[in-house]
């Protein structure tokens, strides 16, 4: 039995800031979810079904907040799920939403991701007390560092690759009018001397802390041949999770980063990944990510991530692999929703419709999100074609 | 639709379970389901679970609990944070798109820390009800007074399920409140959110659950009698109170409708109903007449373990009918107040 070919032909986004205090988180996710569904040329009447997808409850204080949202979200009389996988929650919901298409249970769903952290505090909702383990309180960025000087020692990359990613990123997010960070007068060497958080990260190589929402609208091949308007086709899913740690676990490129990528990859046909992929929106909430899951995705050799960092190739401008176009997570990061929002601009490149982020021709596009201890994966793979 | 059957199961609830944590309580559920059918979790072509960080009182809680799966190599995997049975339907899903043949599928809670009727305020609407901090079962005492005065059910009626379901859960090994009381002992009972007795509201549990799916032949190969899940649908009602009838269940109407409660005749139901009231209303929403035992392990009255109790009316439906107590079931999972959310399966034998 094959599965059903399943078109994105609507996204939404609300614009990103650190405090949407002009909305609800009711309002935040009916902002999101009216865009997308004007881009498809639907209505409520049109969804068969809504997967939501957000960080932890803690983040805004709410419990199961689909149940709050179900009146919001057009979906009373109707089904709705939450999923939850860590920081890879928002693409794992575009792929539960998928399969809802896929398997032929619905034809039409409307999948959202969001977050509001304003109205609560992470840092707080990530530190509670627990009687059998012992807290890190580190923060992700004291978690992950070691993982980048690592990846640093084991490839000889030069010390201010990171400080390369995150100046292009926010250079592409200047291009993106929903991002959450747009420093118009930001220098490479102010990124450099920003201040040092967790050696190697420093200020300017993290992510922001945002509100946001992002929708989108997945529907059956009858109705995405029919869709008056652009097309994307989901060409490959894939979900890994593995323990965060056990003897031998490589922390710099996880077996379950390389399973799901391979998976991906497999399903759309695709053998030569620099080549044949357009575009990469990939999650890189601290700028040392990108040479790394440049390599654990298959576009470089081990240890040769840095150099398409150092030679331009990720840049929008010029690059033959352009990655994070939008600004990426670096620039906005509505936790619950950055995973979505990587899968909705690899849709909208792939549509044509990612504005002046656009990048010229492209047809093929991954979307990539990670979580937990980089130890949740979730991938897309959109193109143009059927 | 291919056709998809639960092949094994393993439940634990228990009124607390204060010296173990969710990780190792739940890794003898795992191993038990898992080793019923000689499955290994590498064999598993899908992976999904459900729980709630809240009670768990730990951001990302399910982070520690997917190692107890033995995800090394890494599997495919997801996790709902909802009741274990939308964990199943993700499951189901993934197993209808034809590119896995087995799930397993696991879901757990552990209320005691604090005061569930408390916590679940935190799920109502953050801006103008959820500050007033109303609990639980005040809710649920509001509904059944509507209830009440609608005529549609006696307080008499309420002490008559109550009194069933201790009667039923005397053979459940599993009920953490199966002694029994009479019809008249219960209406003699002191009010805990009036009109509401203390055996009209959830016997509070600790534990979890886990199963395994399967598709057509595979179920056959993996366990003698595979229980097939012939329907299955989910719907939400309104979240605000006043905005829809709380004496009917119009969200669980709908998904009975479309999982084919009506079809065909059905032995027994196993309802997650957590209060007397909620079973009134589902057995007249879901159509299940006078011939339909309800709740023959207890249900909720019994033991309930939130974020699995629906989970696990599903496998006390599969047991039942597996061993041959039955051939058709209704199986129902709720969520949020008052039955605002609602998941109706039905359930056959081989």
């Avoid at chain 2, 379970?17 to 590498?42: D, H, N, W, Y």
Wanted: net charge negative.
């Amino acid at each position: 039995m094959s599965k059903e070919r399943t078109a994105v032909v609507g996204v939404g986004q609300t614009k990103y800031a650190s405090t949407r205090g002009d909305v609800s988180m009711a309002g935040l996710l009916r902002e999101a979810a009216y865009r997308a569904l004007e881009m498809a040329g639907m209505t409520w009447d049109d969804i068969d079904a809504v997967v939501m997808g957000k960080a932890p409850d803690f983040f805004e204080g709410v419990m199961m907040p689909e149940i709050y949202l179900a009146e919001a979200l057009g979906c009373v009389g109707k089904p709705i799920m939450r999923v939850h996988t860590a920081g890879s929650v928002g693409g794992s919901t575009a792929n539960v939403a998928a399969s809802m298409v896929q398997s032929r249970v619905h034809e039409t769903v409307l999948t959202i991701a969001w977050e509001k952290q304003s109205e609560s505090n992470a840092m707080w909702a990530l530190s509670l007390p627990q009687p059998f383990t012992t807290s890190v309180n580190a923060g992700a960025g004291g978690y992950f560092s070691p993982i980048m000087r690592r990846y640093m020692a084991m490839s000889n990359a030069p010390e201010l690759i990171g400080c390369m990613v995150a100046f292009k990123d926010r250079q592409h997010a200047l291009a993106n009018p929903y991002a959450h960070l747009h420093q118009h007068d930001l220098t490479f060497d102010q990124v450099v001397e920003s201040p040092m958080l967790w050696d190697p990260i420093r200020y300017s190589e993290t992510c922001p802390s945002s509100d946001g929402a992002c929708a989108m609208i997945l529907t059956d091949e009858a109705r995405g041949d029919a869709h008056d308007g652009p097309v994307a086709w989901i060409k490959g899913t894939a979900m890994r999770s593995e323990s965060n740690s056990y003897g031998g676990r490589n922390m710099v490129s996880p077996a379950a980063s390389e399973e799901c990528a391979n998976d991906v990859f497999a399903q759309a046909g695709i053998h030569d990944r620099r080549k044949e992929i357009d575009a990469v929106e990939m999650y890189v909430p601290f700028s040392w990510y990108e040479p790394m899951w440049l390599e654990s995705l298959g576009f470089a050799e081990k240890g040769e991530g840095w150099r398409m960092v150092e030679d331009g190739s990720t840049a929008r401008e010029g690059g033959d692999l352009p990655v994070n176009c939008s600004g990426g997570v670096l620039s906005s990061n509505a936790i619950g929703a950055s995973g979505m929002i990587r899968f909705a601009e690899a849709a909208l490149q792939v549509m044509g419709q990612a504005g002046d982020r656009q990048v010229d021709g492209c047809r093929t596009a991954l979307g990539h999100a990670y979580g937990g201890g980089a130890q949740y994966f979730a991938m897309w793979i959109v193109a143009s074609d059927k | 639709m291919r056709e998809i059957a639960i092949v094994s199961f393993a439940q634990r609830q228990e009124p607390a379970i204060t010296s173990e944590s969710e990780v190792e309580f739940m890794v003898p559920l795992m191993q038990q389901a898992k080793e019923a059918v000689g499955l290994r979790q590498q064999d598993m072509g899908f992976t999904c679970s459900g729980s709630s960080d809240f009670l768990a009182g730990q951001a990302f809680s399910f982070v520690m609990t997917i190692d107890g799966t033995g995800p090394v190599p890494p599997i495919s995997e997801s996790h709902v944070e909802q009741d274990g049975a939308w964990a199943l339907y993700e499951a189901w899903v993934k197993l209808q798109c034809g590119d896995v043949d087995t799930a397993f599928v696991y879901s757990y809670g552990k209320s005691s820390p604090g005061s569930l009727r408390d916590v679940l305020a935190t799920q109502m609407d953050p801006y103008y009800v959820a500050p007033l901090w109303p609990d639980a079962f005040s809710i649920e005492g509001l509904a059944a007074r509507m209830l009440l005065e609608s005529g549609k059910v006696s307080e008499r009626q309420l002490a008559e399920i109550a009194s069933r379901s201790r009667e039923h859960a005397s053979s459940n090994p599993h009920a953490v409140r199966n002694t029994p009381k009479s019809v008249e002992e219960i209406l003699a009972e002191e009010f805990v959110a009036d009109p509401l007795r203390p055996s009209d509201i959830p016997a509070s549990a600790d534990g979890g659950c886990a199963m395994v799916l399967a598709a057509g032949d595979r179920a056959r190969e993996l366990c003698d009698r595979p229980v097939w899940i012939r329907g299955i649908d989910h719907r939400i009602d309104s979240h605000t109170l006043g905005a829809r009838d709380l004496t009917d269940a119009m969200s669980a109407r709908i998904a009975a409708e479309k999982a084919g409660v009506g079809r065909d005749k059905i032995d027994f139901a196993e309802l997650h109903a957590p209060f007397t009231t909620s079973e009134a209303v589902l057995t007249e929403a879901l159509g299940l007449g006078d011939d339909v035992t309800i709740n023959p392990s207890g249900g909720p009255l019994a033991a309930h373990t939130m974020m699995a109790a629906g989970h696990i009316r599903f496998g006390e439906a599969f047991e039942r009918i597996a061993r041959g107590d039955g051939d058709r079931a209704v199986v129902h999972a709720t969520a949020g107040p008052v039955l605002q959310q609602n998941m109706v399966a039905v359930l056959e034998g081989e």
